[in-house]
């Protein structure tokens, strides 16, 4: 008989990090259940935190965790909160 170690298999957590890279002189740092925000201006903050609480929304609309989706799902997602990907400059 297998013997059960009594834990069920988990994803690791998923963590949405968004960083503002202007500054206005202020140290700004937000936390939700599944994002991080530090940095920039108060625009810039007000602006990440807005678009991160939507993608929360949109989740609990599909009723899946950030961990649960794939990262098509995510770019769908996040695009339709007004995000985009930018491909890195290959020159």
Do not use: C, W, Y
Request: glycine share 10%; no cysteine; net charge neutral.
């Amino acid at each position: 008989m297998p013997k059960s170690s009594g834990s069920k298999k988990t994803r690791p957590k998923a963590l949405i990090l968004g960083v503002g890279l202007d500054s206005d002189g202020h140290k700004r740092v937000t936390t939700g259940p599944n994002f991080a925000l530090v940095g920039g201006t108060e625009e810039t903050h007000e602006i990440m935190t807005e678009k991160a609480i939507k993608i929360n929304e949109k989740l609990a609309d599909k009723g899946k965790q950030l961990e649960e989706i794939s990262a098509s799902e995510f770019d769908d997602i996040a695009q339709s909160v007004g995000l985009r990907r930018q491909e890195p400059d290959r020159n």
